[in-house]
T-cell receptor, first 110, second 114 residues
């Protein structure tokens, strides 16, 4: 059974702080990892993807992957109220489908 | 570049009725996906097409759900007959190649079965 686990939250951080979102996956064959942001009532929006161990930075977002620990994280620096949303972690295995976690709800407090 | 288009955006039907959803992927995207997202859960893949062929439909309830992508571009997902537990948002996504590449979602269709 392929599973992606996320803490459902809610995670609350003050404006300007760093938000840290975590995800673990069960299938060691997972090769690609994605973070999607989903605002209430909207569809998921791709914000980051990572395929190799280490860090990948894009603006205020940093994705971190540790395949040995089967762990993926997303850091959001200088958090803004507009970052308040549910963040979905997904893992992909080759040509097979993506498996999504249930999401972590983030609230950034002004 | 236009995104993934879906229609209708909302649909309310009674149980045992039928319903169909339409999706047009991003131009040039060979792979198309239909997901079901129940409130409070992550999206669950129903079916994946590569051009007009089915790659994965292992989680599609085939006794009531069907999908097609006849010309390798747009796609239709049908439910017949609908059950109360089918109430969910149906999301269409597309990607350039296979699942390992980035998927982009459409706005979704919110289905309510009463």
């Amino acid at each position: 059974q392929k599973e992606v686990e996320q803490n459902s939250g809610p995670l609350s951080v003050p404006e300007g702080a760093i938000a840290s979102l975590n995800c673990t996956y069960s299938d060691r064959g997972s090769q690609s990892f994605f973070w999607y942001r989903q605002y209430s009532g909207k569809s998921p929006e791709l914000i980051m993807f990572i395929y190799s161990n280490g860090d990948k930075e894009d603006g205020r977002f940093t994705a971190q992957l540790n395949k040995a620990s089967q762990y993926v994280s997303l850091l959001i620096r200088d958090s803004q109220p507009s970052d308040s949303a549910t963040y979905l972690c997904a893992a992909g295995i080759g040509a097979n489908n993506l498996f999504f976690g249930t999401g972590t709800r983030l609230t950034v407090i002004p | 570049e236009a995104g993934v288009a879906q229609s209708p955006r909302y649909k309310i039907i009674e149980k045992r009725q039928s319903v169909a959803f339409w999706c047009n992927p991003i131009s040039g995207h060979a792979t198309l996906y239909w997901y079901q997202q129940i409130l409070g859960q992550g999206p669950k893949l129903l079916i994946q097409f590569q051009n007009n062929g089915v790659v994965d439909d292992s989680q599609l309830p085939k006794d009531r759900f069907s999908a097609e992508r006849l010309k390798g571009v747009d796609s239709t997902l049908k439910i017949q007959p609908a059950k109360l537990e089918d109430s969910a948002v149906y999301l269409c996504a597309s990607s350039l190649v296979g699942t390992g590449s980035e998927q982009y979602f459409g706005p979704g269709t919110r289905l309510t079965v009463t």
